[in-house]
């Protein structure tokens, strides 16, 4: 009596069906994720700024935000001031750039006063 090993042809089709299915399913999630991770940190640069800036113009004489700096450029978003910076004013703003252009949350900005604004069309980005 002869003993068969391996698989069939068509249980290799249906693995790899199965597997296709489970990666087109799993995808979008999973690039969703690594988005939101991506804004996460862009967050958290505006943020640092925001106390970054409030230590300078509270150590500066006369209070000024005039020489905060811009946090480094990332590979997912790009940091600006829309507007010029003033003694008592100031307003940063993250754009997303890359892949994470696909982001629904689009630019997010902060202002001296803690107001957070985007630009896309998700809600709940802040």
Do not use: H
């Given at each position: 009596?002869?003993?068969?090993?391996?698989?069939?042809?068509?249980?290799?089709?249906?693995?790899?069906?199965?597997?296709?299915?489970?990666?087109v399913?799993?995808?979008?999630?999973?690039?969703?994720?690594?988005?939101?991770?991506?804004?996460?940190?862009?967050?958290?640069?505006?943020?640092?700024?925001?106390?970054?800036?409030?230590?300078?113009?509270?150590?500066?004489?006369?209070?000024?935000?005039?020489?905060?700096?811009?946090?480094?450029?990332?590979?997912?978003?790009?940091?600006?001031?829309?507007?010029?910076?003033?003694?008592?004013?100031?307003?940063?703003r993250?754009?997303?750039?890359?892949?994470?252009?696909?982001?629904?949350c689009?630019?997010?900005?902060?202002?001296?006063?803690?107001?957070?604004?985007?630009?896309?069309?998700?809600?709940?980005?802040?």
């Open positions: 009596m002869m003993k068969n090993f391996g698989f069939t042809l068509i249980e290799l089709l249906i693995v790899i069906v199965i597997m296709t299915v489970l990666v399913l799993a995808l979008p999630s999973y690039q969703d994720s690594i988005r939101k991770t991506r804004r996460a940190d862009a967050q958290a640069d505006l943020i640092e700024f925001a106390g970054s800036a409030e230590r300078i113009y509270t150590q500066s004489n006369p209070n000024s935000y005039v020489t905060a700096a811009l946090p480094a450029d990332t590979d997912f978003y790009t940091y600006t001031f829309p507007a010029t910076v003033t003694a008592t004013t100031y307003t940063i993250a754009t997303p750039t890359a892949r994470q252009d696909e982001d629904g689009g630019t997010m900005t902060l202002t001296q006063t803690g107001q957070r604004t985007y630009t896309g069309s998700l809600t709940g980005c802040w």
